[in-house]
């Protein structure tokens, strides 16, 4: 199955729900930083709350997630555009910690404590950027708390990753209800009493379920309507030109000095990995531009 996300409203517009299924996205990431289990799950995780956050942005639009911890991981950032392509990185990808109590890959631990930043930038001059602290560091949990500081809104944010012996990523998923702020109490009641039965999300992922069918399971007693599908993928913002203007904003004498001691440049992209390399004739092109 594609990646893809669901936006859809539910009990007569009171509660907002998007979904997403983020296998192939997750699996990129994890090629691509080479990261292992628990490191892959954290990612995904924030890769897909950054994903599912997206909700209202227009063309331009993006949202950067930042989990700041104080754990072997170091920290995860990701971001998102109103197309649904996203980007992630670990800092500390190869970490191994020991599965927790429940014998699942201990995400919270490997964060540690900390705090996450949302930036939401819809085009306006200055980003705007909220925060709170870390609550478990399973990602999930700390963004509900993020959206009940933000928007006074009660949310429930479901995010899960699920490794395969081989590292690869077996399932990946995610899903946000929100309450708007004049929904009645007995919808909220009414929905707490349903999710108590619901499978965990990368287990509906790794049954083949896709958005729609896992907004249903979490919704189960209303009618649920569609507003948006569309695909959903890892995507860097990177490209030669980019990293060009970089290069070139160090300034002629810094090039210059690189030129002299190196001979030649390379430039890896934190998001994707890439590696841009830049011959002595490149540099020496990139010298004259400055002149
Ligand atoms: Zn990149």
Redesign the pocket.
Known sequence: MWDSLVRATAYDGFIRVSAAVTTRMVEEARKRHESWPVATAALGRVMTGALLLTWGLKDTGSITLRVLGDGPLGGIIADADYKGEV?GYVQNPQQDLPLNEKGKLDVGTAVGKGALYVTKDIGLKEPYTGSVPLISGEIGEDIASYLFSSEQTPSLVALGVLVNPDLKVAASGGLIIQALPNAPEEILAKIEENIKDVKPISTLVKEGNGPKEIIKKFLPNTDIKILAEYPVCFK???NVERVKSVLLSLGKEELSDILKKEGKSQVR?H??N?VYNFSKEDLEELITQLD
């Open positions: 980007r860097c913002k990177c992209c998001f994707c890439e």
